[in-house]
Each structure stands twice: as C-alpha cells, then as structure tokens.
C-alpha cells in the first residue's frame, strides 16, 4: 500500500467513523500492525498493541453502559449476553469492515500474502485500536459517540436473531450440553376469568426447579420460564442457587 492510497483511504475511514483526528500519527500507529513494525524496524517505532488494550476497555464500558442505559427491562444476565455479543471479535471485525479499516492496514509482506486485511483477528485488534486512538486525540465523549453509532443496528440485529431462536430451544440444547437432561414444564397454577386466563408455569433440571414465568397461554409461561431459567444458570453454572422442588 503506498502512501497516497493510504491517505486516501483513511480520509475515507475517517468520514465512516465521523471522526477527525487532529493528531494523525495516532490514527497511523492504531491502523499498524506487530508485522509492519518486524519488517520496517528503521521506520515504525510502534504497532497498534497499546492501543488495542486501551480501546477494548473503553469499547467494553461504552458497551455496558448503553445497554444499561437503553434496556432498562433486561435483567443482569441478559444485559451481560447482550454486551458480550456486542465486543465479541467478530461483530467488531465486521463493524471494521464496514468502515474500510482493512484496506488500510500497515501489514508485513508475509501477513500480507496470508490475507492478513480480511482475518477477524486483525480487524477487530484494529477497531479497538482506532477507538483507543479517538479516546487520546478526543477524549472519552469523542470515543463514546463513535462506538454508541454502531451499537443499535448490531444490537437490534442480535436480539432479532435471539428472538428467532426461542428460549425454551436455547435452554434444552444448554441442558442437554451441559448437565445431560431435559427441561421438564408444569403449570403451577390459573387465575382469571376464561378470556383472560393468565397462567404460572415452573420449568425443572432433574428434581429442581431453575425458573418461573407467567404469561395468557401454557406456552407463553412456560417460554417466560425458560427465559428467567436461562437468565439464572448465565450468571451462575453452579447448582447452589437453584430452588428445589419441595
């Protein structure tokens, strides 16, 4: 890559993340990686390792907070799957893809021949990098509001996914993987007159009882309670805290 494609391409970069960095050598070291700085020792003082230590923790806590901030309805361990799928490497490799962070990588000649622009690895380390970066040149409500951009559409897309894939599904292949049984159902009680009928359904691993929801149908509760189950064994696998049946 020469310089004037490299110019070329970050002012394009920088107009995809509405950003402008006042001191372009940050942006320069964020967009380089280990390999570049092997090859060219007499050139590049540093690679973009530093800053992707830096901008994976602000990326985490800008994540965090909106999502504490934008789901207030979530309890804690669906706020945590929630952030997790948000930082994970491969939706910030694909939202580094999107802006053209690849096709302006400073990459060794081997890294290179090796695909090294399109590798999730690289381009997620990258992103992080350029949010590290925005963080020095900017401060933090500048790295803040470039990261906050892409969290909706990747979070809506997320959940729509997660919606597709019903919680009762995800806690019987959870249950089968881990604990080798399966989710048992009972409807605890009905209340209501019959055209509003609302229904308490228990879901159980073995003889204990993991979650309780309500809902106007059998099914509705009993995904409701496998909803609150799943939300129990994320944030705590071990067995200590679920209920037993009396």
């Not at 942006?27 to 280990?34: F, G």
């Not at 690289?122 to 803040?144: H, P, S």
Request: charged residues 25%; contains cysteine; aromatic residues 6%.
């Amino acid at each position: 890559m020469t310089e004037e494609q490299s110019g070329s391409g970050v002012d394009a970069l920088q107009r995809a993340l509405g950003y402008r960095f006042r001191d372009s050598t940050l942006l320069r070291r964020a967009l380089t990686h280990p390999s570049y700085v092997n090859e060219h020792p007499e050139h590049v003082a540093r690679d973009n390792q530093r800053l992707e230590f830096l901008g994976d923790a602000v990326i985490d806590f800008v994540a965090a907070a909106w999502v504490y901030s934008n789901y207030a309805e979530f309890a804690e361990g669906r706020m945590t799957r929630l952030r997790a799928a948000l930082v994970r490497t491969e939706t910030l490799a694909q939202l580094a893809r999107g802006v053209g962070i690849g096709r302006v990588l400073w990459l060794g000649r081997g890294e290179e021949e090796a695909g090294g622009r399109t590798r999730n690895p690289n381009l997620c380390d990258a992103f992080e990098a350029v949010v590290g970066a925005i963080y020095l040149d900017g401060g933090m409500a500048a790295a803040q509001a470039v990261v906050e951009q892409f969290l909706g559409p990747v979070a809506r897309t997320t959940l729509d996914q997660a919606a597709d894939h019903d919680a009762k599904s995800r806690l019987q292949e959870w249950s089968q993987a881990e604990k080798k049984v399966t989710p048992r159902y009972r409807i605890v009680s009905e209340r209501g007159p019959d055209h509003a009928k609302v229904f308490e359904a228990q879901v159980l691993l073995g003889d204990r009882v993991v979650g309780q929801g309500s809902g106007r149908s059998k099914q509705a509760a009993e995904q409701d309670a496998a909803e609150a189950a799943l939300e129990l064994l994320m944030s705590d696998s071990s067995s200590g805290g679920f209920v037993r049946e009396p």
